[in-house]
């Protein structure tokens, strides 16, 4: 989906921090805070550990400590919870997974990655416990109710999750089960996708409930590993994907507009392995290149947050120099971390430990000057280009399955072709399905449409025929004008002719007038009145319908003149 760079948005990497409270081991031996926090300037202080030795007189170690103040966009107080600045889950969901949220539905990839020691609460922030959920939990949960409080009908929505781990720059599902040997997968960059996972799953999720049996399903397998495997759970990155799609559908002009937001949330190895490893070396001569991304991330923040970046200052040259491609998550995180992305860092600092804490905050402080660029990834599409590109799509997988065969005849790079086979015919399922979900949308919005419409069609229909009826009396008048009965005095044959008339009107009138009441004009004898009410009645009656015709054929005269004769019909019915 090409990013609409109209809506380009460049800003810093946003980076939080976060202290927690002290662990049973902490409080078993005592341990002293070293980390203060202003929650008026979101400045965080690392105090300068006391080593004091009393036995000696003199300090413990040789090296001199010094207090260190920092400024982050946030700073949050977990430490301890009767402060009444203390931040919770919910907190720190408010105060930036929420924003985080809304960039998604803007259209913007986003990133939030958690860095610190292993036991700094890394875990804690990311996914948190059922009872405290982290900020993964939280963003699915309300992505989903966002997107069942939207309204529109006129709008899908797709969500897919992928949940993967890099142990040892090898890559792992883990939304398949466990398998041994086990199954890495490879990276691999095409010009369409970027840099991507190949054949990771991507499940669709149609609820909350569905992303919370795969997280759990992911952490299963990432707990089964770790506890096999000496804990890679604390030297391996967790990356969990979501991968919003809207289609929003116009009925007036027949387009889609297509916004896809990826929300890359990471859950990073802890930090202190990277530096045994890269002090000893001990680990690469075991042969596992245990946190090659670790060290790399950090060079690359590094070289992002070189100020010689800045734009203007040999900016290509030195962009050049970003080693993204040196580890597997570095590669795999380039967009997030200085592209395409609005990209968070939360570093989760322990409260007593001065070397690892001062070292997390100034990697963070590192970060801070990272500058990334969002684009808001949207594409407008009419129904025509939709279809043209399941043909197109169509067309390549035909393309494919012939060369498919080709390589199993020939029995080389099967295993690639196959796989690009795979790929592009789940691509073309997923575009069938979205493609039917528009059509289905359109049928929808179409059907409501007249469901509207039947009220006030029937309504117009009831005033054409009321309309009809007063034509037909109209008529009836004209063809059998009512005679009006003489006085009383004049009273004999005169009279009698007229009553004659009278009732050959009424008798016209019953032909013809189909609105004109029978009670109205019924016998003499049944109506209770004497002739000269009767008279007067019928005489009133005749002088309003005299009245009203007269009008009526002005106003027929008139617009017939004016506009012809079928806005001479519609402006009866509106009167
Ligand atoms: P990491 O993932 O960085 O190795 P964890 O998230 O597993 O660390 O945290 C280590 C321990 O500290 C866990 O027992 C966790 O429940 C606890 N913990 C971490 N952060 C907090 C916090 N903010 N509030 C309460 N407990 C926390
Ligand atoms: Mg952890």
Redesign the pocket.
């Known amino acids: 989906m090409a990013p609409s760079h109209a809506a380009d948005d460049a800003g810093n990497v946003k980076v939080v921090v976060?202290?927690?409270?002290f662990?049973k081991r902490e409080r078993e031996r005592g341990a002293k805070c070293l980390v203060r926090m202003d929650p008026g300037t979101q400045t965080t202080t690392l105090l300068a550990p006391n080593d004091f030795d009393p036995d000696t007189g003199r300090s413990s170690t040789r090296r001199a400590y010094e207090d260190k103040e920092f400024t982050f966009d946030k700073s949050?107080w977990?430490?301890d919870?009767a402060d009444p600045h203390y931040?919770h889950?919910e907190d720190v969901y408010r105060s930036f997974g929420e924003e985080f949220l809304d960039h998604n539905f803007d259209g913007y990839h986003t990133c939030i990655f958690?860095y610190?020691?292993?036991?700094?609460?890394?875990?804690?922030?990311?996914?948190g416990?059922p009872e405290?959920p982290g900020l993964i939990p939280r963003t699915c949960e309300e992505l989903f109710e966002r997107i069942q409080q939207d309204p529109s009908p006129n709008t899908n929505y797709h969500v897919h999750v992928s949940y993967f781990e890099v142990y040892n720059e090898h890559v792992r599902d883990l939304l398949v089960p466990r398998i041994t040997p086990p199954m890495y997968l490879k990276i691999r960059e095409s010009q369409t996708d970027g840099v991507y996972v190949q054949g990771l799953t991507e499940a669709e999720v149609k609820s909350y409930a569905d992303v919370e049996r795969l997280m759990k399903m992911g952490d299963q397998t990432r707990t089964t590993a770790s506890t096999k495997m000496n804990d890679t759970?604390?030297r391996s990155h967790a990356v969990f994907t979501i991968q919003l799609k809207q289609i929003q559908h116009s009925l007036l002009s027949d387009e889609t507009i297509e916004r896809c937001a990826r929300m890359r949330l990471v859950?990073l190895a802890?930090s202190e392995r990277a530096k045994s490893t890269e002090a000893t070396g001990q680990r690469l001569k075991e042969g596992g290149q245990i946190n090659k991304s670790l060290t790399t991330l950090g060079r690359v923040i590094a070289a992002l947050a070189d100020p010689r970046r800045a734009p203007g200052k040999g900016h290509r040259r030195i962009k050049d120099v970003v080693p993204y491609r040196d580890s597997v998550l570095t590669w795999l995180l380039k967009d997030s971390l200085g592209g395409n992305s609005k990209t968070a860092m939360v570093a989760?600092i322990s409260p007593s430990d001065y070397d690892e804490t001062l070292s997390t905050l100034r990697y963070a402080d590192q970060a801070k000057r990272i500058r990334t660029r969002a684009s808001v990834n949207q594409d407008c599409l009419s129904s025509a280009q939709r279809d043209a590109q399941i043909l197109e799509m169509a067309e390549q997988i035909r393309s494919l399955q012939v060369s498919v065969n080709a390589a199993s005849l020939r029995k080389r790079e099967e295993a690639t072709e196959l796989e690009d086979y795979q790929k592009q015919v789940a691509k073309m399922q997923r575009l069938m399905v979205e493609t039917r979900q528009v059509s289905e949308c359109k049928i929808r919005a179409l059907t409501n449409e007249v469901e509207e419409l039947r009220p006030v069609n029937a309504a117009l229909r009831g005033e054409i025929e009321a309309l009809r009826r007063h034509l037909a009396l109209a008529l009836g008048e004209l063809k059998n004008p009512i005679i009006i009965p003489p006085p009383r005095d004049m009273e004999g044959s005169e009279f009698g002719d007229e009553k004659d008339a009278v009732e050959k009107g009424r008798e016209g009138d019953e032909k013809e007038n189909v609105v004109l009441d029978d009670g109205d004009l019924t016998d003499e004898e049944d109506s209770g009145y004497d002739d000269d009410d009767l008279a007067k009645e019928l005489h009133a009656q005749a002088n309003e319908f005299l009245k009203d015709l007269g009008l009526f054929r002005r106003k027929v005269g008139d617009d017939y003149s004016r506009f012809g004769p079928r806005e001479a019909l519609s402006e009866v019915y509106i009167n």
């Not at 976060?18 to 409270?21: M, T």
């Not at 610190?116 to 996914?127: A, E, F, I, L, P």
């Open positions: 976060r202290v927690r409270g662990v949050f977990s430490h919870e931040a889950q958690a610190g020691q292993t036991g700094s609460g890394k875990s804690y922030t990311m996914m416990t405290q759970s604390s859950d802890g989760c």
